[in-house]
């Protein structure tokens, strides 16, 4: 099931992205950005990704895609945990640097919550940020993430070890959001 959100369309992935997602790990300013790291990133190693990937019980990874721009970045759930309805989130990129600060990444995690919460019935998602990502706190706690502690000096990037900000959002805090903004009345 692809999911529609306001501004974009959440779908699986297909080959056809590899190239995009490959430049997205490889691009150094996420690899400064997200909590998680990796090293660079060949032609093949991203086709052996993609051809080993394939969304399952515990990891779903969504494609972000817009009617204008196509695709664009990518997002997802992993670690699902059915028994508790937890879930991890799959760390938000939006590839372009001009479609920034459009929303494009609010409504994404709007999207994917609704379905996490409304359609799998999960209660609760994980997130987490490095201390300096600003633009990232404030997405998150825009769509309803809270603060719930600090991993002091949990990532080494650039020569300097950084604390993580660690943040959950509840299906409660989702529906709080909902209500206070009109998020899918509007
Ligand atoms: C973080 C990221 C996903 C945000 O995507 P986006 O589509 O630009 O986000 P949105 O447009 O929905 O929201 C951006 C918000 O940040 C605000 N913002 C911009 N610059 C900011 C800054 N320096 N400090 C704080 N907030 C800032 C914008 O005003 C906007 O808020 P508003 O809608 O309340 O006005 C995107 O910048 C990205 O992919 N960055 C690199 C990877 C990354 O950091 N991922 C998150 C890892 S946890």
């Known amino acids: 099931m692809f999911l529609r959100g306001k501004k974009v369309l959440l779908r699986s992935v297909e080959q056809e992205d590899i190239e995009m997602l490959r430049e997205l790990s490889n691009d150094p300013e996420f690899e400064k950005m997200i909590v998680g790291w990796s090293y660079p990133i060949s032609k093949k190693d991203q086709l052996n990704w993609y051809e080993n990937y394939k969304a399952d019980d ?64 999960l209660n ?11 633009i990232s706190q404030h997405v998150t706690e825009k769509v309803g993430f809270k603060k719930e502690g600090v991993l002091r000096q949990a990532v080494f990037k650039n020569g300097k070890y950084e604390d993580v900000i660690i943040l959950g959002i509840l299906k409660d805090d989702y529906k709080n959001v909902i209500e206070s903004t009109n998020y899918w009345e509007e």
């Open 124 to 134: 609760r998602i994980n997130g987490s940020v490095i201390s300096y990502n600003t």
């Open 58 to 121: 515990k990891t779903l990874r969504f494609i972000i895609e817009t009617e204008q721009d196509g695709a664009i970045g990518m997002t997802g759930l992993l670690n699902i945990d059915w028994k508790n309805g937890v879930a991890d989130a799959g760390g938000m990129r939006v590839a372009k640097k001009e479609l920034r600060c459009k929303g494009i990444a609010t409504d994404a995690y709007m999207t994917l919550f609704r379905y996490a919460f409304d359609e799998l019935r």
